[in-house]
């Protein structure tokens, strides 16, 4: 069973609307929690990394939340834009091990 | 920010022959790359993690002899996949670490696109 758990799968929101993504894991002991954005054929990027003591981060319409006790993380995308559409990829490390969610594909529409 | 540079972007070989992928981290020394594989629409696969100059440590169900890794130097490491096959189409991408148990980004390159025929 993956340790890292991405909802939705998928998504389509129309420009200029906001989203929230999902990410509940149980990797455990629980290290540091990053978001990465992929484009179709590139390289992630990462958006933000956020430790056990942090609950929120953000980096520009990007705000990253994280609920160390449930094990849940969202990223919060502001007034989406066409070029906001990617795959967004959760991962969470454990002290000497790295987990993948599935990721979630956002499609922003005209 | 740091550079992982992979090379080449994208390759097509004829089945049977063999393919390397070169990564290189350009301004950091990287004592630990990972190499992964990614399926259309799918997250990505790790496959093996290497740390320099020492053998690579491969996941379950991935086949050493398959994916050769070569980890010789701080700033390069490579993937080879031996006798490739159509199955083995797929995109490559590699990341690294500054240093083992790092805990801040992770710094990936750019993927390789690999078409066998």
């Excluded at chain 2, 540079?5 to 350009?26: D, F």
């Excluded at chain 2, 020492?54 to 169900?61: C, F, M, V």
């Excluded at chain 2, 070569?70 to 083995?88: I, K, R």
Aim: charge should be neutral; aromatic fraction near 10%; hydrophobic fraction near 35%.
């Amino acid at each position: 069973k993956n340790q890292v758990e991405q909802s939705p799968q998928s998504l389509i929101i129309l420009e200029g609307k906001n989203c929230t993504l999902q990410c509940n894991y149980t990797v455990s002991p629980f290290s540091n929690l990053r978001w990465y954005k992929q484009d179709t054929g590139r390289g992630p990027v990462s958006l933000t990394i956020m430790t056990f003591s942090e609950n929120t981060k953000s980096n520009g319409r990007y705000t990253a939340t994280l609920d160390a006790d449930t094990k849940q993380s969202s990223l919060h995308i502001t007034a989406s834009q066409l070029s906001d559409s990617a795959s967004y990829i959760c991962v969470v490390s454990a002290q000497v091990d790295m987990r993948f969610g599935a990721g979630t594909r956002l499609t922003v529409k005209p | 920010g740091a550079v992982v540079s992979q090379h080449p972007s994208w390759v097509i070989c004829k089945s049977g022959t063999s393919v390397k992928i070169e990564c290189r981290s350009l301004d950091f020394q990287a004592t630990t790359m990972f190499w992964y594989r990614q399926f259309p629409k799918q997250s990505l696969m790790l496959m093996a993690t290497s740390n320099e100059g020492s053998k690579a440590t491969y996941e379950q169900g991935v086949e050493k002899d398959k994916f050769l890794i070569n980890h010789a130097s701080l700033t390069l490491s490579t993937l080879t996949v031996t006798s490739a096959h159509p199955e083995d189409s797929s995109f490559y991408i590699c990341s690294a670490f500054p240093q083992p148990g790092w805990t801040g980004e992770l710094f990936f390159g750019e993927g390789s696109r690999l078409t066998v025929l």
